[in-house]
């Protein structure tokens, strides 16, 4: 795990947005690898606070960052707690804000993780490893109704009743024991026909994911909460991977904009997506969004 590296989605579009040059404190709110707060401090940014909800990746943003040591705060939390961690820090406004909704590569490629049908690896799927029910926890008391909601909803997979009772009998029976036997139960019931772009375990993994570490809970009080810790002229830019995420996010920025107590320009009416030359480099980013604000006062 040690030589693994995230490649930063986005990110000189990204630097592009949030303007560091000669700013004083972003805050990464999802630090991972330290990519994005690299190139952040590369680019002229005073300091930067990280946080990450998986404590795994902490060591490698801090060798990463090490040449800024003085000017890195690293802290194990979820981004949905940044109100208390700026609290903590004594820091009542940034200069700038970040956030990265998707998985690192550590989480994708590490083992023991969970997150990939291509690993046979422990039901788990949780970033953070230290709180929480892993999915073989949950699927043990996972209903065959529940779970298709979950898989329809998370993954906009069509196949979600059949792959879900699928999923329930076999955990209620032999049991599933590592990722590779769950992608086998979802591949058997979901039946597609010919030759398909995708794996067809992808959807319902993604939809697993999601669902045991709660992607989508708070995502638009967060948005707000560092809308609001933001100096006047100072940014916000939030990758998404998923179309629910990059909902919410979209709706949040506009509904700011449109009126209440902050006064928020929004910059992206449309979200930027990667380059061809970056997709060449890193197919993981075909589905990244990006969006920004402006904080005005």
């Keep these: 795990m040690a ?9 000189a579009e990204t630097v592009d947005l949030l303007e560091p040059a000669g700013r004083g404190l972003v805050v990464d709110c999802t630090v991972g690898t330290g990519g994005h707060a690299a190139a952040l401090l590369e680019a002229g940014a005073d300091r930067v606070v990280g946080l990450d909800r998986d404590a795994e990746v902490l060591p490698l943003a801090r060798r990463r960052l090490a040449a800024w040591k003085d000017r890195v705060e690293l802290v194990h939390a979820d981004y949905r707690g940044l109100d208390d961690v700026l609290d903590r820090l004594g820091v009542e406004r940034v200069d700038g804000a970040l956030a990265d909704l998707g998985c ?3 989480q994708l490629e590490a083992e ?3 997150f990939s049908f291509r690993r046979d690896d422990p039901l788990d799927m949780r970033m953070d490893r230290t709180a929480g029910p892993t999915l073989a926890d949950l699927l043990a008391e996972a209903t065959p109704e529940g779970l298709a909601d979950v898989i329809f909803e998370y993954g906009e997979e069509f196949r979600s009743r059949p792959i879900a009772r699928a999923i329930v009998s076999a955990a209620a029976g032999a049991g599933i024991g590592t990722t590779a036997e ?19 375990a992808t959807r319902t993994f993604q939809a697993l994911r999601i669902w045991v570490n709660r992607e989508l809970d708070g995502l638009d009080a967060f948005v707000r909460a560092a809308v609001g810790r933001l100096k006047a ?6 990758i998404s991977f998923h179309s629910l995420e990059d909902r919410v996010v979209k709706r949040t920025l506009r509904e700011l904009e449109r009126g209440g107590e902050l006064a928020v320009r929004v910059l ?11 997709l ?4 993981r980013a075909r589905s990244a969004r990006l969006r920004a604000a402006w904080r005005l006062a």
């Design 182 to 200: 769950l992608a086998a139960v979802v591949r058997r019931a979901a039946r597609y026909r010919g030759r398909s772009r995708i794996d067809p």
């Design 268 to 278: 992206t009416r449309k979200p930027l997506r990667p380059a061809e030359e970056e």
């Design 280 to 283: 060449a480099r890193n197919p």
């Design 112 to 114: 023991g993780r969970g």
């Design 3 to 11: 030589t693994i590296l995230h490649e930063p989605v986005l990110r």
């Design 104 to 106: 690192s590569s550590v």
């Design 233 to 238: 002229g100072a940014r916000l830019a939030v």
